[in-house]
């Protein structure tokens, strides 16, 4: 597998992603009303995550996905301590903003522990299923690919998250209701997005002079080198 030094565009896609997962984790405290469904403000940017996960795995295998995912685990976890640091400090005497800053911004730990728990399960298991049926399709039908490891990715996400999250405090049909509206949503930016993925997968196979087969990738999630 190459060094990040010798590809074009992969810090873009690595910083889109990461971007993605952390901006979402600060809108989603926003509670978003939409008809029938109750969903959070993080569904603006939260499936993009999984759409350049997709990239990733595809044109850089699985190997350098997973590495990425890791780098945005970390990232995502400085953010939130630095955070968490910056509302546990004393404010000025002329800023009344304390009470809407911890408000907003203030993580109750039983969320975040759901946010990084089911984010890790649910990319991993995307990643896994696209580098695997990318080989058992020998590269063909992309849409077929991505559409199916979302599926399946997101089930993961959605359901840890609200398992983790509400557990005692929602009915198990309000869980399955959230869950339901927020994985079907998910599952249909990947769908819409689909001529994009494609559009952006073609030219960086082309630039990039590369499409990673993980016949010989050691799937491990917990290692963060490429080799």
């Known amino acids: ?35 029938p469904m109750t969903l959070s403000g993080a569904i603006v940017i939260f499936p993009i ?34 955070i968490q640091t910056a509302a546990m400090l004393p ?29 890790l399960l649910g990319e991993f298991v995307n990643s896994f299923i696209l580098a695997k049926l990318k080989i058992m399709t020998r590269g063909k039908w992309l849409w077929s690919r991505t559409i199916s490891s979302t599926l399946f990715g997101q089930i993961v996400d959605t359901a840890v998250f609200s398992l983790v999250a509400f557990v005692g405090t929602l009915t198990l049909f309000e869980m399955v209701s959230i869950s339901f509206w927020e994985w079907l949503i998910k599952c249909s930016y990947e ?10 997968v073609n030219y960086l196979k082309r630039t990039e002079h590369e499409d990673y087969y993980d016949y010989d990738t050691d799937f491990n999630p917990l290692k963060v080198s490429t080799q």
């Open 1 to 35: 597998m190459r060094s990040e030094g010798g590809y074009r565009y992969l810090n873009w896609v690595t910083g889109i992603f990461v971007t993605c997962l952390i901006v979402s984790n600060i809108i989603v405290v926003k509670i978003v009303g939409l008809g």
């Open 49 to 82: 995550s999984y759409i350049f996960g997709d990239i990733l795995t595809e044109v850089y295998g699985y190997a350098r996905s997973r590495q990425v995912i890791w780098i945005g685990f970390a990232c995502n976890l400085l953010a939130v301590l630095a």
């Open 91 to 119: 404010a000025a005497d002329f800023w009344d903003g304390q009470a809407a800053y911890d408000r907003i911004l203030g993580y109750a730990p039983r969320f975040l522990v759901a946010s990084l728990i089911a984010y």
């Open 191 to 200: 769908i819409i997005a689909t001529p994009v993925t494609y559009a952006v």
